[in-house]
């Protein structure tokens, strides 16, 4: 069985610039979530996807943005980068009858400079 | 937005102690799971709780689902210098029909050996 597995790993920006995070999901999971984790915080909702669309968000900006395909995998963009956004991102996978039952990947850690 | 309190911020233990932590919230619950949480890693789930009143071990973890529906408890018997970490609740409020989790502050464990 695999994991949750996020690309990339690391990755650094500057202010007004766009990014793009992606993640795979754990083997027979079709629903994924997306997390930020500010330092010494836990993490907060993003928004999740199922079917390809979002079906929940939490309280962010429509810069944020997300795509999920057909097998599963989704992206994470976030458009016009500011400071605050420096974080780790972690995405989740989950099966649509247990949404809330989460397995996280190993997160992709940005830096906005 | 809903909170969870978490408590204790941190502890520091002796290896073969057992340990005791708990989240609480004014908001009622459908879901509470528990996470643990290291360095440069995503979340790992350690158990889920899907009902009131539940009593669910994982090993040495033992995690307990409220009556109220408003708080939860993690316990780890005979710690281990591997039990080093930080541990998160998260839970999911009733009314959600999907998957958004909120999470607690967390409790950072630090065991000496």
């Known amino acids: 069985e695999t994991g949750v597995t996020q690309s990339p790993t690391h990755l650094i920006k500057t202010r007004g610039q766009q990014v793009t995070l992606r993640c795979s999901s754990q083997s027979g999971h079709n629903t994924v979530s997306w997390y930020q984790q500010a330092l010494g915080q836990g993490p907060q909702f993003i928004f999740q996807?199922?079917?390809?669309?979002?079906?929940g968000r939490g309280n962010f900006p429509p810069r944020f943005s997300g795509l999920q395909f057909p097998n599963y995998s989704s992206e994470l963009n976030v458009n016009a980068l500011e400071l605050d956004d420096s974080a780790l991102y972690l995405c989740a996978s989950s099966l649509s009858d247990r949404r809330e039952t989460q397995y996280f990947g190993p997160g992709t850690r940005l830096l906005v400079l | 937005g809903q909170q969870l309190n978490q408590s204790p911020q941190s502890m520091f233990i002796q290896e073969g102690e057992d340990v005791s932590m708990n989240c609480t919230s004014s908001s009622i619950f459908n879901t509470w799971l528990w996470y643990k949480q290291e360095p440069g890693e995503g979340p790992v789930l350690l158990i889920a709780l899907y009902k009131a009143g539940e009593l669910t071990s994982n090993g040495r973890l033992t995690a307990q689902f409220g009556i109220t529906r408003k708080d939860s408890f993690l316990n780890i018997s005979a710690s281990i210098p591997s039990d080093v970490g930080i541990y998160f609740c998260a839970g999911q409020l009733r009314g959600t029909s999907y998957g958004k989790l909120t999470f607690g502050q967390g409790t950072i464990l630090t065991v000496h050996p």
């Open positions: 996807y199922y079917r390809e669309e979002e079906n």
